[in-house]
């Protein structure tokens, strides 16, 4: 029998599995899991200078989080995830093992990134997306995951879907609710279920799909 319990940042501290720099703010009710399922620890919990750590959250064993990061309420960051710094981890957020989120990421509530996901820096990510690692569901039936790719400074609107092998190139724009299932590349502007390529992706300052005042959105004037 493997007893899997979970411990305080004090605890885990005091055991050697949890080491965090000055500035700190971890919650009281924020849990540490010092090993899998398996009885294996991906080794210590890594905690830089002003992360933040709010109530709820969980952290697995071998988690990275980098300086000036927030990790919001009842958050689960499994074992072996990175994150960099000045990032944003919004509530209800669940990320899988070994993803890599870069720095000055933000990730809305109630997303799911799934193990292995690679986000690079600068990456924006909308509320409730959905990533896949995992096409043809064969779990525990010789599966070969392969997660998406989210490429510097690129935009996931929220309520989209990213299936595996998906790659989403620097500074492309997925609007909200897409189902993406093919590559998107850089600078791109794609939505649709499936999403296809629809243009560029907005420059800064556009308002991107809302129509200005007293235009349709294909650019016509309204009456």
């Not at 990213?162 to 897409?178: M, N, Q, R, W, Y």
């Not at 993406?180 to 308002?207: F, H, K, M």
Request: glycine letters at 14%; aromatic letters at 4%; one cysteine or more.
């Amino acid at each position: 029998m493997v007893v899997n319990e979970a411990m305080t940042l004090w605890e885990a501290e005091r055991l050697g599995l949890v080491t965090f720099a000055e500035n700190v703010s971890i919650s009281e009710q924020v849990m540490f899991i010092p090993t899998e399922d398996n009885g294996l620890s991906c080794g210590m919990v890594t905690l830089g200078d002003r992360v933040c750590i709010r109530a709820g959250a969980v952290v697995c064993s071998g988690v990275e989080i980098g300086a000036g990061t927030v990790i919001g309420h009842q958050c689960v960051i499994r074992a072996g995830v990175k994150i960099g710094c000045d990032s944003v981890i919004s509530h209800l957020v669940c990320i899988e093992r070994d993803a890599q989120v870069g720095n000055r990421v933000r990730i809305s509530a109630l997303t799911h990134i799934t193990g292995g996901c690679i986000i690079a820096d600068d990456v924006q990510i909308g509320a409730r997306v959905v990533t896949v690692n995992d096409n043809e569901m064969r779990w525990r039936d010789g599966e070969s995951l392969c997660a998406p790719r989210m490429l510097k400074g690129s935009k996931i609107g929220s309520g989209c879907t990213l299936l595996g092998h998906v790659t989403i190139g620097e500074g492309a724009f997925i609007g909200a609710g897409s189902v993406v299932t093919r590559d998107i590349g850089a600078n791109n502007l794609a939505y649709g279920n499936p999403a296809y390529v629809q243009g560029e992706a907005p420059s800064q300052g556009s308002r991107a799909g809302a129509s200005l005042k007293g235009t349709s959105s294909t650019g016509g004037r309204l009456s």
